[in-house]
């Protein structure tokens, strides 16, 4: 029997993306099928690149839901000689069958990359080819093995999505949802990390310890904060809610709601013009 292609497939059986995608900025999660936009962008960038159809075909078009994609396509990232891709793929299914709330982040995060990244054109694109978004997801997986007690298999995930996308999170980190991790190179969270919804974080950014006291010892980053490229945000602070921490910086201390912090060690210089700069990825220092 032969290989199956994209190209065997009627394209009339697809709806067309120009009659699905919502031109709206920041879109809502509930306004937009997700899944069904996805695979109607396979369906035409298989059609305008015929040399990729099988892979469309094999990580989107040949899954009948998003969790059988993404389960999918990430199995084939992390696979290994020590878990193979098909032992992956079951440990993503059963997490994600037990738990609805990481598919719920999964496809948020979607959105968050569509909504702020102008270099994101589709929302495919994220699940295909951002190592950011990839890295996110799997570690979602990985702290609900952490959650289940299964601290061996999350730090095994964990070496492993480090491995795959030179991003470093701690299983134990509680990451919310509309999330965007932009470029990703060098991503470092530690194991207490809390973060809230809709931040934006770009490459190079650790958000480390300080001390070697166990218990909580990482940073809290509230909902709507924007942080800059290689910015260092080190021990138990918290950045409050709508916060900007420019490009560069170290933060040693506590940041005020609706504060914009630059500087080694970062200072005040102002405050942002938008109630959630993760939304409008503005990393200008020109403050109210």
């Known amino acids: 029997m032969g290989r199956h292609s994209i190209l065997d497939i009627p394209l009339s059986i697809f709806p067309t993306i120009n009659s699905l995608v919502i031109d709206s900025p920041l879109i809502e999660l509930e306004a937009v099928d997700v899944w069904k936009i996805i695979r109607a962008e396979a369906v035409n960038a ?12 094999a990580a989107i078009l040949n899954h009948t839901s ?3 994609a993404i389960s999918f396509h990430l199995a084939n990232k992390l ?12 440990i993503f299914v059963e997490a994600m069958n037990t738990d609805p709330n990481i598919e719920i982040a999964m496809r948020a995060d979607i959105c968050a990359h569509r909504d702020r990244d102008p270099a994101c054109d589709a929302y495919s694109i994220p699940l295909l080819f951002f190592k ?3 890295a996110l997801q799997a570690h979602r997986v990985a702290h609900w093995l952490w959650l289940q007690g299964r601290h061996c298999l999350a730090l095994f995930f964990q070496n492993q999505i480090s491995q795959q996308f030179d991003v470093d999170i701690h299983p134990g980190a509680k990451i ?13 969270m530690g194991e207490t990390v809390i973060m809230e919804d809709n ?3 770009l490459h190079g950014v650790t958000l480390g310890g300080s001390g070697c006291t166990k218990g909580l010892r990482h940073p809290i980053i509230r909902r709507g904060v924007l942080i800059g490229v ?19 910086s170290v933060v040693l201390e506590s940041v005020a709601p609706h504060t914009t912090v630059a ?9 942002p013009t938008v109630a959630e700069p993760s939304l409008s990825m503005d990393h200008g220092l020109t403050e109210s």
């Open 66 to 68: 998003f969790q059988a």
């Open 176 to 188: 919310g949802k509309g999330i965007m991790v932009d470029h990703a190179t060098g991503v470092v």
């Open 132 to 134: 950011g978004y990839q």
């Open 230 to 248: 290689g910015a260092k945000i080190l021990g138990h602070i918290e950045i409050g809610e709508g916060a900007k921490i420019g490009a560069g």
């Open 79 to 90: 696979d290994s000689q020590a878990m193979p891709a098909l032992m992956i793929h079951e």
């Open 199 to 201: 931040v934006s974080l």
């Open 46 to 57: 298989s059609a305008l690149e015929p040399v990729l159809a099988n892979f469309y075909y």
């Open 263 to 271: 500087g080694v060690p970062a200072k005040m210089i102002g405050r």
